[in-house]
């Protein structure tokens, strides 16, 4: 595939709908951004080269000019001394010099208008190039976007679950018994206090029952 087909190719293309069809966007955009790339190098090393061409096509057209002189005074000189066979011959040399100056300069004329558009391509397909890096930045941000919502929409989902549900009622569970052992705890120490006073109080009702039986027996006797 030529340079300039497949220039075209890429400059009539229709990302978008190419895109659309694309089972992978992104692996397409970056194959077609290699071979934009790869278009862009051609046309610049083709540029390149009319470039050369056209410097040296400028050199030989001076050459030449400078010949299409020199022949014109030399039948001018042959001319002035009398030398009519020479003059003919310098102006016969003149001719071919001035024919193949002719065909130099429409050669020139081709390749300034070759260069010009060579130039004009690849301003445009960097214009594409550019747009087709940002639509792919573009892709890669909602790539990980998507990636992003999927990640948290499993995440909730796995929340909603019946592992999430069991692993949380384990730990209601566990926070329970931690509150009843300490409950326990309290109530074991208030209970030896309380059956402690309860002793003193038994203590002293029998002593108090123990004084008034002996008074009794005292005063009957």
């Known amino acids: 595939m030529g340079v300039?087909?497949?220039?075209?190719?890429?400059?009539?293309?229709?990302?978008?709908?190419?895109?659309?069809?694309?089972?992978?966007?992104?692996?397409?955009i970056r194959l077609m951004m290699q071979e934009m790339e790869d278009t862009l190098i051609d046309l610049k090393s083709s540029c390149a080269a009319k470039m050369a061409a056209k410097t040296k096509t400028e050199r030989e057209l001076k050459e030449l000019t400078a010949r299409v002189n020199r022949w014109q005074k030399r039948a001018e000189l042959a001319i002035n001394k009398n030398r009519d066979d020479l003059a003919r011959e310098a102006l016969l040399e003149?001719?071919?010099?001035?024919?193949d100056?002719?065909?130099?300069?429409?050669?020139?004329t081709q390749y300034v208008k070759l260069i010009e558009e060579c130039k004009a391509n690849i301003i445009e397909?960097?214009?594409?190039?550019?747009?087709?890096?940002q639509k792919h930045k573009i892709l890669v941000q909602r790539s990980l976007h998507a990636q992003d919502q999927k990640k948290a929409k499993d995440n909730i989902k796995k929340a909603n679950g019946e592992d999430a549900y069991k692993r949380f009622s384990e730990l209601e569970g566990k926070i329970e018994r931690m509150e009843a052992e300490a409950e326990m705890s309290d109530f074991g120490q208030s209970?030896?206090?309380?059956?402690?006073?309860?002793?003193?109080?038994?203590?002293?009702?029998?002593?108090d029952e123990l004084n008034q039986l002996k008074k009794k027996i005292t005063k009957e006797k």
């Open 4 to 28: 300039f087909t497949r220039f075209k190719d890429i400059i009539n293309a229709n990302i978008n709908s190419m895109l659309d069809k694309a089972e992978n966007p992104e692996k397409m």
């Open 94 to 99: 003149k001719k071919r010099a001035e024919t």
């Open 101 to 108: 100056t002719t065909g130099l300069q429409d050669d020139l």
């Open 125 to 133: 397909l960097e214009e594409k190039l550019q747009s087709v890096r």
């Open 191 to 207: 209970g030896s206090l309380e059956d402690e006073f309860s002793q003193l109080e038994n203590t002293d009702d029998i002593e």
